[in-house]
């Protein structure tokens, strides 16, 4: 499925600002709540940081969103050999899962992607 909007960034955790901001952006014209948007941009920097440490040098950071009403999908995505998956039973997965409503993380052709899933909770 083809992204509604991708950015690409340095792999580099002074690009993260960047990509929250992105996110709170694209949560806000879909009308998602204040609080909703705040959880969203905290799960957006717990996903980063279980990716960028596994980043191969040099590389980038690859985000895709997939926007549907009241539905917003984030995948942060960087090129590694040797990802240090997270524990699913650790704190920030924990955090991560708490925030969004699906999580999921896969390490497959030589990318770790961290994807995360909220619902806004006006519809709920």
């Known amino acids: ?14 690009y993260v600002a960047v990509l929250r901001a992105t996110t709170v952006s694209l949560a806000a ?3 998602f709540t204040i609080d909703d948007i705040e959880d969203l941009r905290i799960a957006v920097g717990e ?11 040099d590389s980038g ?6 926007l549907r ?25 924990q955090v991560l899962s708490a925030l969004a409503t699906s999580t999921g993380v896969s390490a497959e052709g030589g990318e770790f992607t961290v994807s995360l899933t909220t619902t806004s909770s006006v519809d709920a």
């Open 29 to 31: 014209r879909l009308d």
């Open 47 to 57: 996903a980063c940081a279980m990716v960028l440490p596994s980043a191969e040098p």
């Open 69 to 93: 009403p009241g539905e917003l999908t984030v995948t942060v995505t960087v090129v590694s050999d040797a990802p240090d998956l997270p524990d699913e039973n650790g704190f920030a997965w």
């Open 1 to 14: 499925m083809r992204p509604d909007v991708e950015l690409r960034l340095p792999a580099d955790s002074a």
């Open 61 to 66: 950071l690859t985000n895709r969103f997939y």
